[in-house]
């Protein structure tokens, strides 16, 4: 009986560290994470630039030999049959 008492006392005596580091290390997360309040980029405070760039899309990349060389896929007629098994769940 005294050894089992010795080792739950030698347990306890390392579960009050880990508990503190792991108390602290959420303190941190919360802290960094969530109750810091910095501004976000998004937000309406900040002013809005109104520069908007122009969009240019290049369709010359779609003349590409190897482009043109391809061919569409033979469309596959929907499954004709019976589907599956009435209980899934049985064995074979």
Do not use: C, H
């Amino acid at each position: 009986m005294a050894t089992n008492f010795l080792e739950q006392r030698k347990r306890q005596k390392y579960l009050i560290p880990i508990i503190l580091v792991v108390i602290i290390a959420t303190a941190i997360i919360l802290w960094f994470g969530y109750f810091r309040k910095e501004q976000s980029p998004f937000s309406p405070k900040t002013p809005i630039s109104p520069t908007l760039r122009e969009i240019e899309i290049d369709f010359s990349v779609l003349e590409n030999p190897f482009l043109t060389k391809l061919q569409p896929f033979i469309k596959i007629s929907p499954f004709e049959g019976k589907k599956g098994r009435i209980n899934p769940f049985e064995p074979y």
